[in-house]
């Protein structure tokens, strides 16, 4: 079996050298086409972080088993991580946290062991990186979370925490404040929940469950949650069990899957070899379990956890009376170890049922779409505008251009409304939402809304509007605060 392979920056190129060399001494049955992707990259030119080619032998491959990737700053550029993850659809990012005996934490010293997945959404939410100065005060990022997307990705953290033989599920969310984003994220939840009986399912806001996972993570067994809020959880994790030198993650998708340590290039210490491989290989042992080399896998996470138990550390971890290994030396002594068992979580040792990683080949964009729960009609709009003036002024203007099919119902600033009712303490900036609705709630279609943008547009600036929509009974809008 194939498989590309991107080295990385900094300290890249000696981790994956390190990994490989274990991998080899293992006669894992792999053959690697390795790529061309990073820093360097981008400074040939290339905007997206990657050359053509290696774009073309990561999809007919189907698997990317990459270092530490930099994306150079200031340039207006994209990451390379993210750039990689959202193209080729990684739609499930699986970080496993687990304590290490040998990595000293304050959990491990009193005795509490963790062993936490955290599964984030990988292609939506902020990380859409859509993004607008509206006015020469105010920038605005657009979240997407949708349903097909989310239904994707937690139907991933079921049958994986079903496999996983897991005691609870939860999703981490905010639905209490963004009720229509992750309202959606919460609802799909529960509707994947009901397929999955045998799996105790439950949610919890997630600065609630930040707080629980430093002073209960022992609790907590698979976590789901958006992107933003995921990338943040799974590093805080990654503190309980060590940092991110301990932390593997994997990108999993329907036809492409990543495998990457996410930890930094680390420049200072490049050259070295004194960086710590863990991370990396730890990635690259949950590759060899994804594309079922369930035997190499085992041998090598046994080796490396009795070469852990056994005191062998890099210089950023482990007990300091003790001298600290390089990483050729440290990869040496996973080898040596290849038959031992730890005496902690030893892994069971499972013959290889090697699959493929590429099912088969796309020839257009796959489509992602639910069925609509009932008839949509667009009830109102929202207008952005930019304005100095007071709220009653703008209101003033705007139930002139009301005509006779909307009704001005209110206008917020920065979310909080400040007409028809508010507070002389409310701080404005330079941009309004003014919210038209139709009069007798009466459906509207997009030619009385351009009518309506239209003759606003001669008293003010419209940076940015939004259709109103309704489908049956449920609104597709959120009120603004104090509304």
Known sequence: MKIAVAKGDGIGPEIMGATLRIFEANKVPLEYEFVDMGKWVFDKGFSNGMTPEAQIAIENLGLLFKGPMETPKGKGVKSINVTARKTWNTYANKRVFQSLHGVDTVFSKAGIPIDITIVRENIEDTYGGIEHMITHDVALSR??????????????????AKQKNARRISCGHKANIMKITD????ECFYEVAKEYPELKADDIIVDDLCMKLVTRPDTFDVVVLTNLQGDIVSDLCAGLVGGLGFAPSANIGDHISIFEAVHGTAPDIAG?????????????ISMLRHVGLTENAAVIENALLYTLESGVHTGDFGDKAKPSVNTTQFADAVISNFGRQPQSNPKPVIPNKPGTPTPFRLLQNAMMESVEIGNEDIVGVDLFIESNEQPHSIAVKCQRHAGVKFKL????????QVWPTGSVYTNLVNAYNVRFESLDDQPLNQQDILGLYISMSGNFKICSSELLNRWGDKKGYSLAQGQ
């Open 409 to 416: 119902i209110n206008i917020s600033n920065r979310g909080t």
């Open 143 to 160: 979240r997407f979370i949708t349903k097909p997307g989310s239904l994707q990705v937690i139907r991933y953290a079921f049958e994986m």
């Open 272 to 284: 070295k070899n004194i960086a710590n491989p863990t991370a990396l290989l730890l990635s690259g």
């Open 183 to 186: 309202g959606l994220f919460l």
